[in-house]
């Protein structure tokens, strides 16, 4: 692992941790970890494996990332608060995140190790895994998966309480009198 590496990661964990305390959902908000990951993307990915079951192992990494983004999301504590939507990690959906991250951490540090190359140069030649970059390619969709629901959800439900505050404060049409009524 480069000392990119190790910084992009800290980054990331860094954001959530950061979230941890309430903030209003911005477009810098969901900007940044897009923006982190789309640099990720063009560092990383050079090219996408088809060979053997190499999609399979990324098709697997990426739906673990999305499944780890949706509780992430629904983890995360949204509320409208002066008519902005205010977000806050929880602390499952930060310790959600920090397994996550820490599982790729660590499988990169591991794996750059003679043990875990030899180990994952067995499973690769076992499961049909033709290449290293596939392995790089299943952990950074996973990583994608994850923060592109996460972000999503936050949205979605950050959303669904605005206009459900909007509902709930419009001013309700004034009563209209009904002849011959007495009350």
């Keep these: 692992m480069t000392t990119t590496d190790w910084i992009l990661d800290i980054v990331l964990v860094l954001i959530v941790f950061r979230q941890m305390r309430e903030e209003r959902l911005t477009a810098r908000t ?3 970890p897009l923006a982190i990951i789309g640099w990720a993307a063009t560092t990383y990915l050079h090219h996408i494996p088809t060979a ?3 999609l399979e192992l990324a098709g697997t990494f ?3 990332g999305i499944v780890f983004g949706l509780f992430g999301g629904l983890l995360t ?3 409208v608060a002066d008519g902005q939507v205010r977000i806050r990690a929880s602390l499952s959906a930060a ?3 920090v397994a996550s991250m820490g599982f790729r951490l660590g499988f990169a540090v591991w794996s750059s190790h003679a043990s875990g190359e030899t180990h994952l140069a067995h499973f690769s030649a076992t499961h049909h895994i033709t290449s290293a970059q596939a392995w ?11 923060v592109v629901v996460r972000l999503g959800t936050i949205v979605v439900r950050g959303q669904l309480h605005l206009a459900r505050a909007r509902r709930d404060t419009a001013v309700a049409p004034a009563p209209q009198p009904r002849p011959h009524a007495y009350v």
Excluded: P
Aim: hydrophobic fraction near 70%.
């Design 136 to 146: 790089v390619v299943a952990l950074i969709l996973m990583a994608f998966g994850e």
């Design 30 to 32: 969901v900007l940044l």
């Design 62 to 64: 990426a739906a673990t």
């Design 52 to 54: 053997g079951n190499d």
């Design 95 to 97: 310790a959600l995140w």
């Design 77 to 79: 504590r949204v509320r």
